[in-house]
């Protein structure tokens, strides 16, 4: 099957959210956490050590798992990269959550932090579901 088939048979969905789509979702945060740290400051949970070397390892995290997304080649690796890296950010999405500063200051208040919640999980779970359909269609293209 050729990639024009291929392109041609994915659902609206697939195309909107497709890998590029999740590159660039990683991939700009990851710049914006290397160019403006400070932004991401606040929500660091106090626990956790050294917050701007985090938030600056994170960033790169972000690029180089949304970079690899994008080619079929890497995108299980990448999937996975990008699996663990939504785990290891999930504390500071909980902790802002629970934080009465953010549940006033951000738009939509404590409802729209805890649906950001769930979509940690969706995220998850679309780019394993994304990788896992692009080995398939890489075994159609090896016949």
């Not at 959210?17 to 700009?28: K, N, Y």
């Not at 995108?75 to 890296?85: C, G, M, N, P, V």
């Not at 692009?134 to 016949?143: I, L, V």
Request: glycine share 10%; charged share 15%; aromatic share 10%.
């Amino acid at each position: 099957m050729s990639d024009l088939s291929a392109s041609s048979k994915r659902t609206l969905g697939e195309k909107i959210f497709g890998p590029r789509t999740i590159g660039v979702i990683f991939i700009a945060p990851g710049i914006l956490h290397l160019v403006r740290p400070k932004i991401y400051e606040p929500i660091m949970p106090p626990q956790l050590p050294n917050p701007r070397e985090l938030i600056l390892i994170s960033g790169v995290a972000e690029i180089v798992g949304g970079a690899l997304f994008i080619p079929r080649g890497t995108r299980t690796f990448a999937s996975w990269w990008l699996f663990l890296l939504l785990i290891a950010v999930f504390p500071s999405n909980i902790y802002m959550t629970m934080q009465p500063k953010f549940q006033k200051s951000v738009p939509g208040g404590l409802p729209a932090l805890l649906a950001r919640l769930p979509l940690q999980f969706i995220g998850m779970w679309w780019v394993r579901e994304l990788a896992k359909r692009s080995a398939g269609d890489g075994a159609s293209h090896a016949r």
